[in-house]
């Protein structure tokens, strides 16, 4: 499955950037690029906080930083936008032994954001 989680008519540029990126530099079995924005302290429609789930071949005998750099180059124009960036990169066989599941992402630590 490649395909962006979350609703498609609500994707932003970002967003769009950052899985057609992946895509072509990676060509993966599996990836979802979903905005956690909406979890953090920041305004409703912001794209600032994402988390990338990838499968692909591209990382057969990487080490984890060794795929976390491969990614971060393949995505240096977006990075320097956006706050932040959560990975979860495998192999696909890494991919099916987990389940074909991520991680949860934790909740925001930094508050609420106030009413104007």
């Known amino acids: 499955m490649v395909d962006f989680a979350g609703a498609q008519s609500s994707l932003g540029p970002m967003q769009q950037m950052i899985f ?14 979903e905005n956690e924005s909406h979890r953090h302290n920041v305004p409703p429609g ?3 906080h994402f988390k990338v789930t990838m499968a692909t ?13 491969a990614v971060n ?6 990075l320097e936008t956006i706050h932040a960036l959560a990975l979860h990169t495998y192999t696909p066989a890494e ?19 106030k009413p104007s």
Not at 20 to 33: C, G, I, Q, R
Not at 73 to 78: G, S, V
């Open 95 to 113: 991919w099916q032994a987990r389940g074909e599941a991520a991680p949860q992402s934790p909740n925001c630590l930094g508050g609420e954001l």
């Open 46 to 48: 912001s794209e600032s």
């Open 20 to 33: 057609t990126e992946l895509k072509t530099a990676f060509d993966p079995s599996y990836l979802t690029v």
């Open 57 to 69: 071949t591209a990382f057969e005998g990487r080490r984890l930083v060794q795929r976390h750099q």
């Open 73 to 78: 180059r393949a995505l240096k124009e977006a």
